[in-house]
């Protein structure tokens, strides 16, 4: 499978506990998104990456919320202090930086906070 | 403003039958790109077709059609001959080329709130 990959698929976490996500993007992409989805709505951007550096952040993303690409292929999303709010899904998309620039999208981590 | 609109948050359509999906956009900018997604119930976004604000003729893929109106800023997707697979959720989305931007950084993807799609039989 060639395609964009998120782990866990799945995530039940207590408030006020850490949780991290794990997004390994399409090899030859260079670029790599995170985006929020809540029930009923579009995806939301929260932040960006062009190899290993962050270029973008969404007001999205509190302090709460880090994210890295230590070696500009993987990432991981990174929520302290989980609040309630915080549950919804979390999709990861990459692309290789041409004219059209499609990002294709990875399953996405269902994040539930209790 | 939003910068992308579907009205249309549910819509049924026979099998074999076309069906078109509004999508309306806000942006000043002059380059931009328009994309459709679709997401099933499993969750994953699934690339369907894209425009760009300076192509000529409008998109096609297989059964997928994009009727571009860029003096209405319109880009409405047109599934023909449905399928019962097709029942999903569809997202419209920009992505805008910011023309003032640095050289070599890209845009996020801003996406409407969708339309639910249901085949019937």
Redesign the interface.
């Known amino acids: 499978d060639t395609g964009v990959s998120q782990n866990p698929r799945h995530k039940i976490t207590k408030r006020g506990q850490n949780v991290t996500f794990r997004c390994d993007p399409i090899s030859e992409h260079n670029?790599l998104?995170w985006?929020r989805q809540t029930l009923?709505?579009?995806?939301?951007?929260l932040t960006?990456f062009?190899n290993e550096a962050q270029?973008?952040k969404?007001r999205l993303l509190s302090d709460r919320f880090s994210a890295e690409r230590p070696k500009g292929s993987f990432s991981t999303l990174e929520i302290q202090r989980t609040e309630q709010g915080d549950s919804a899904?979390y999709?990861c998309?990459s692309?290789y930086?041409r004219?059209?620039?499609?990002?294709?999208?990875?399953?996405?981590t269902?994040l539930l906070v209790l | 403003a939003q910068k992308?609109t579907q009205t249309q948050p549910g819509m049924f359509v026979q099998e074999k039958e076309a069906v078109t999906l509004d999508c309306t956009y806000d942006t000043s900018d002059p380059s931009y790109?328009l994309?459709w997604?679709k997401q099933p119930s499993?969750?994953?976004?699934?690339?369907l077709i894209?425009q760009?604000s300076y192509d000529q003729q409008n998109a096609t893929e297989g059964r997928y059609s994009l009727n571009f109106q860029k003096a209405r800023k319109s880009a409405n997707l047109v599934i023909s001959a449905s399928q019962l697979g097709d029942s999903a959720m569809y997202?419209c989305?920009m992505?805008e080329k910011g023309y003032r931007r640095v050289a070599?950084?890209?845009s996020?993807?801003?996406?409407?709130?969708?339309t639910r799609l249901q085949v019937t039989l």
């Open positions: 670029r998104y985006y009923g709505q579009g995806p939301e951007f960006y062009q270029l973008e969404s899904m999709l998309a692309s930086g004219t059209q620039e499609t990002q294709y999208f990875g399953p996405g269902r | 992308i790109g994309f997604y499993s969750g994953e976004m699934i690339f894209y760009g997202f989305a992505r070599g950084t890209a996020k993807l801003t996406f409407g709130t969708g």
